[in-house]
């Protein structure tokens, strides 16, 4: 059925005081800090409409993540029984994508500064959406 | 920046009566059926902990999208001015990644009834996340 596959090609890149998975929080609101989102200077037109306040959906590349993960222990825990990855918000899965909500706190040129961001230094970033307050209020 | 590129493998596939990108709301709360999420076999393991009820983020790949495009106008309206791709949710971006919020209204197997799901028949679907209610306010 999933005979065919898509290439990703990033769209920026996440810099980040964050530098291991060891050492970033598992979710943005458990005290992860701002980080700059540098888009590729190619893609800048595609940020027109974005302004300091907004709230965003970024997608990231979770590069470090393992693909082969189909059940984790929830949060690392090996008290908490395995659970399917697909019911968890592990970043070990087929697909390695991360759904971070942020606010844009800073714009220059194509790098917004944006928090909260739990992605370490060097993710890749491959998309950025606006949040739709009827659709993301989850 | 960007000099590497990732493969997504899809892991499974959206059926829908909507069979047109012509015939499908722009949003899933516009109106939206269901869809059944079938997953591919391999990864039935990756559900466990998923139950009717749920409310999940699906992530597909959009692949009717056109990659190429940077700036369009919201909602395909040409009264609306030209607004970067990022600024808006069109599925027309360089990595036409669709985000949903969907609940699981039954559970067959390896196959999830999900709603509303805007996305046409044949989608791939990539991943599968639960809700959190604190990341996913937005």
């Known amino acids: 059925m999933a005979d065919s596959s898509y290439v990703i090609e990033p769209i920026g890149v996440i810099h980040s005081e964050l530098t291991s998975r ?17 888009l590729d200077a190619r893609f800048a037109p595609g940020l027109d409409g974005i302004a300091v306040g907004d ?12 693909r082969d993960a189909l059940q984790v222990h929830p949060r690392g825990d090996p008290e908490r029984p395995l659970t399917g990855v697909f019911a968890t918000r592990s970043p070990d899965r087929p697909n390695p994508i991360g759904v971070h909500r942020v606010t844009v706190v800073e714009i220059d040129g194509h790098r917004l500064k944006i928090a909260p961001m739990e992605a370490i230094d060097g993710t890749p970033v491959i998309d950025i959406k606006p949040t739709l307050a009827r659709a993301d209020v989850h």
Chains 1, 2 share one sequence.
Do not use: D, F, S
């Open 22 to 38: 060891e050492a970033a929080p598992r979710q943005g609101y458990e005290g992860a800090p701002a980080a700059w989102l540098e």
């Open 55 to 66: 709230t965003l959906i970024v997608l990231t590349w979770l590069h470090v993540a393992r």
